[in-house]
């Protein structure tokens, strides 16, 4: 069975830095893109940016690309995202998933709230 | 970036009733689209991708189409449990982008 279960979330400040963590299981992890996509509270999905196989390819929404990180560790199964700068407009969940073009699995989602 | 406008962007519908949402794309997207539920407090699923292959598991009361640049997702008899919203996702270029939804509800 497919697995991601995201994790790092929380209340953060504004300003400061947060690192979630995406535990994938069930598949060949090292075989598949890997995405982030967020979701706001009471609004529609955003992609972030995406991962291939080997981290040699890392593609970001545009208005994003100067804040947020994508890595991963295939030793780990583990999928990463660094956000710094954080803004009230980052709070949201974040959702990790399999990606073929298409995101054919999701996790359940990590909750970030920024706020003083 | 291509848009993609969605809509209703809230519909009420009966049980057994045909329901169809509709995405349109600002460009050319070919086949390179997919379809999403959200049930309230859960992760979106896939369900339809590249225009019109349903995913694993999704009945075949889901169906994709596509006439240029506009696509429907259609749902032959509505049941309780398609209650949700749907999101339209294109897969032609980066960034990804998706609709703004579609909230389904029971009339």
């Known amino acids: 069975e497919v697995k991601l279960v995201e994790s790092g979330g929380g209340l953060v400040q504004p300003g400061r830095s947060l690192k979630l963590s995406c535990a994938a299981s069930g598949f060949s992890f090292n075989d598949y893109w890997m995405g982030w996509v967020r979701q706001a509270p009471g609004k529609g999905l955003e992609w972030i940016g995406e991962i291939n196989q080997d981290s040699s390819t890392i593609n970001y929404t545009p208005s994003l690309k100067d804040k947020f990180t994508i890595s991963r560790d295939n030793a780990q199964n583990t999928l990463y995202l660094q956000m710094s700068k954080l803004g009230s407009e980052d709070t949201a969940i974040y959702y990790c998933?399999?990606?073929?073009?298409?995101?054919?699995?999701w996790g359940q989602g990590v909750m970030v709230t920024v706020s003083s | 970036d291509i848009q993609m406008t969605q809509s209703p962007a809230s519909l009420s519908a009966s049980l057994e009733e045909i329901v169809t949402i509709t995405c349109q794309a600002s460009?050319?997207?070919?086949?390179?689209l997919a379809w999403y539920q959200q049930k309230p407090g859960k992760s979106p699923q896939l369900l339809i991708y590249g225009t019109t292959s349903l995913a694993d598991g999704v009945p075949s009361r889901f169906s994709g189409s596509r006439s240029g640049t506009q696509y429907s997702l259609k749902i032959s008899r509505l049941q309780v449990e398609d209650i949700g919203i749907y999101y339209c996702?294109?897969?032609?270029?980066?960034?990804?982008?998706f609709g703004g939804g579609t909230k389904l509800e029971l009339k």
């Open positions: 460009q050319n997207i070919g086949n390179w």
């Open positions: 996702q294109q897969a032609s270029s980066t960034p990804w982008t």
């Open positions: 998933a399999r990606e073929e073009l298409y995101f054919d699995y």
